[in-house]
């Protein structure tokens, strides 16, 4: 069993750059797909990007591609969310997921996820 921690989340102005931080521990995350979703107040969790395990894949949602990038560092069990170009719109509690598996049908939905850590606020201000 893997615990996350998730950190890095912030107030930012519009146009500007966040950098999320996943800290995995119990497990190395070199065994996990890794996937950042978000939760806006009264919204279903929706995906945002993921990335198998030794960071040769990686999917994002139309909306965030070529803003986010999904990186992972195995050797210091830690998956980061680096966000440019902000929008309000990003405004969310992000939420660090892993799984042992990969499925090509639940890689993007949050349902695929069996680990899960605490979320970190994201606030993009106009």
């Known amino acids: 069993q893997v615990q996350l921690v998730e950190s890095g989340g912030g107030l930012v102005q519009a146009g500007g750059s966040l950098r999320l931080s996943c800290a995995a521990s119990?497990?190395?995350?070199?065994?996990?797909?890794m996937a950042w979703f978000r939760q806006a107040p009264g919204k279903e969790r929706e995906f945002v990007a993921a990335t198998t395990w030794s960071g040769t894949t990686t999917d994002y949602r139309d909306s965030v591609k070529g803003r986010f990038t999904i990186s992972r560092d195995n050797a210091k069990n830690t998956v980061y969310l680096q966000m440019n170009s902000l929008k309000p719109e990003d405004t969310a509690v992000f939420y660090c997921?892993?799984?042992?598996?990969?499925?090509?049908?639940?890689?993007?939905?949050?349902?695929?996820?069996?680990?899960w850590g605490q979320g970190t606020q994201v606030t993009v201000s106009s």
């Open positions: 119990g497990r190395t995350i070199s065994a996990y797909v």
């Open positions: 997921a892993a799984s042992e598996y990969y499925s090509a049908s639940y890689a993007n939905t949050a349902s695929g996820y069996d680990y």
